[in-house]
Structure formats: C-alpha cells, structure tokens
C-alpha cells in the first residue's frame, strides 16, 4: 500500500493532476516578484488542463493577480502573510506555535526531505507550504501526502484566515484543500481549537536556535531556497 493511502484517505484527483496543482500553488503562495508575474501566462496554461474542483479557484486568483499591479500584490502579500499570524504559510507553526516542539518538527521535516534525497539552503525553513508543494511536486509525493495531513488542521486554519479577509489567496489554498481529504473527527477538533484560541505559546526561556520560532523573522523560498518551481505540464 501506498504511503499517501495510509493517511486519511486516497488523493482526490490523478497523480498528474494532483503533481501540476501542488506545483501552481507552490508557485502562487511565493512572494510576488517580477520572475512571479512573469510566469503567470504560462500558470494560466497549466491550470486550463486541470480538473475544475482545482481549475476555478486558481482561475480566479490568476485573473485577479494579472489585473493588479506587481506592487499592490507585494503589499497584499506582505500584510497578509508577513503580518498576520494567523495567515502563516509555516505548518509547524500552527501545531506548535513559539515553543520548543517546534524545533524538532522542523528536524522532522528536514530528515523527510534528505531521506528522498533532497537538500534545501541551510537558511530555509522545510515546512513552508510553497517548500513542500514543490517538494512534492517534483520529488516525493508520498511523503509530502503525509506532511500535509499531518498538518491538515493548519491548512484548514489559513484557509478560514484568508476567507475571513477576503484574500485573493483564498482561492489558491481552496485549491489545494479540494487535493486533501475532507476534515475528519480530530481534525475537526484541532481546527476548532486553533480558531478559538490561536498556536500554542511558550514564551519563558525559549531557546531560539537553530531556528528562529516567529514565521514572520524567517526568510520566504523566494529568497533562499533551492528547489527549481518546475511546473510539470503533462508529468506523468
């Protein structure tokens, strides 16, 4: 049995599909930069071939981004997801907040990647969702299926943060939830949990090393991380 299948359920959609959707989210949840607005013709492309639980969500976002101006997304992105907490693109953040359990899923995540023979920049933090999209994507969907799950409740969080908001990335992560299984009995509870009062919080002699615990002081993919954005049109 296929790994991915032992947690919470078969994917919704063909492994093709399911590998082009995780690439375009990955690559519309980084930072808007020229190279982003440049690539987005060919995202419009992909997206016309996928499945419409994951084509009309993106879409919409796609017609949005391409009507704005790159600097109005760079402001929308930043107030977003560089200052509200409860929009964190960190999926260990939203299980374990700033404490000291946070560090060792970050070492949980990092193993993930080098046991499927993957290596990222020594300053990027592995559990941002752009990182494990493209992780999966390209590299290892069965491992990246079960990151997701595990984590299933923190995606369900930011999906509510950014309804509630009224982002435009609200369409982006609706897409990669109609990728993941329907919430289920615990994760039901976790989602409820963290609506109603937020990722945990240890904030009495906690060590920051190795890694910075506040999202918001790490750097995005865009500026560190070596994984290439290959948008697999077609991949088998």
């Known amino acids: 049995m296929s790994p991915r299948r032992s947690r919470h359920g078969a994917p919704r959609l063909r492994d093709r599909d399911l590998a082009a959707t995780w690439q375009v989210v990955s690559v519309l949840l980084d930072y808007p930069s020229e190279a982003w607005r440049e690539r987005l013709p060919v995202l419009v492309e992909v997206v016309t071939t996928l499945p419409q639980e994951v084509r009309r969500p993106l879409e919409r976002f796609l017609g949005a981004a391409s009507a704005a101006g790159l600097g109005e997304l760079q402001r929308d992105y930043v107030e977003t997801f560089d200052v509200t907490r409860r929009c964190c693109l960190y999926l260990t953040y939203f299980a374990h907040g700033d404490t000291r359990k946070?560090?060792?899923?970050?070492?949980?995540?990092?193993?993930?990647?080098?046991?499927?023979?993957?290596?990222?920049?020594?300053?990027?933090?592995?559990?941002?969702?752009?990182?494990?999209?493209?992780?999966?994507?390209?590299?290892?969907?069965?491992?990246?299926?079960?990151?997701?799950?595990?984590?299933r409740a923190g995606v369900e969080m930011l999906r509510i943060a950014l309804a509630e908001r009224t982002s435009p990335w609200h369409d982006v992560v609706t897409a990669l939830v109609a990728t993941l299984p329907a919430l289920k009995g615990e994760d039901h509870d976790k989602v409820a949990a963290l609506v109603a009062q937020g990722p945990p919080a240890e904030e009495v002699g906690l060590d920051l090393a190795p890694y910075a615990l506040d999202p918001r002081l790490n750097p995005r993919p865009s500026e560190s991380v070596e994984l290439g954005h290959t948008i697999p049109v077609g991949a088998p």
């Open 102 to 151: 946070r560090g060792l899923a970050l070492v949980q995540f990092k193993q993930a990647y080098r046991r499927a023979g993957v290596e990222l920049d020594a300053e990027e933090l592995p559990d941002h969702l752009s990182v494990v999209l493209e992780f999966g994507a390209s590299y290892d969907r069965d491992t990246a299926w079960l990151l997701l799950n595990d984590h």
